[in-house]
């Protein structure tokens, strides 16, 4: 069983940034993949990024790619979602997630199992 816990996110002003962090614990073994989904009141879950689990491989959503950095350290059990230039679009509840396969720039928000409990992330513009 593979537990997440998201830190980090708060309000910041349009063109600030902001670092989350996604911690896990448990068993990871069967899971390939460590993403990021956001919703937005009112709208559709929506993927932002992911990283494998190696670390090798990151896909980004294209509303983000270029202002968003994912990373992980494995020392840590931790993957960070750095986000840069923040835009009040960018407002909503951010989660990570675990999935058991790398869908490379195919992922969806569908495509993860298991879920932290999310975290705020308000852009006032």
């Known amino acids: 069983q593979v537990q997440l816990v998201e830190s980090g996110g708060g309000s910041v002003q349009a063109g600030d940034s902001l670092r989350l962090s996604c911690t896990h614990s448990?068993?990871?073994?069967?899971?390939?993949?460590l993403g990021w989904i956001r919703q937005a009141p009112g709208k559709e879950r929506e993927f932002v990024a992911a990283?494998?689990?190696?670390?090798?491989?990151?896909t980004y959503a294209d509303s983000v790619k270029g202002r968003f950095t994912l990373s992980r350290d494995n020392t840590k059990n931790t993957a960070y979602l750095q986000m840069n230039n923040l835009k009040s679009e960018d407002t909503a509840v951010y989660t990570c997630?675990?999935?058991?396969?790398?869908?490379?720039?195919?992922?969806?928000?569908?495509?993860?199992?298991?879920w932290g409990q999310g975290i705020q992330v308000t852009v006032s513009s």
């Open positions: 997630a675990v999935s058991r396969v790398w869908y490379g720039v195919s992922f969806s928000a569908g495509d993860f199992g298991t």
């Open positions: 448990g068993r990871t073994e069967g899971f390939s993949a």
């Open positions: 990283i494998h689990l190696s670390g090798t491989w990151t």
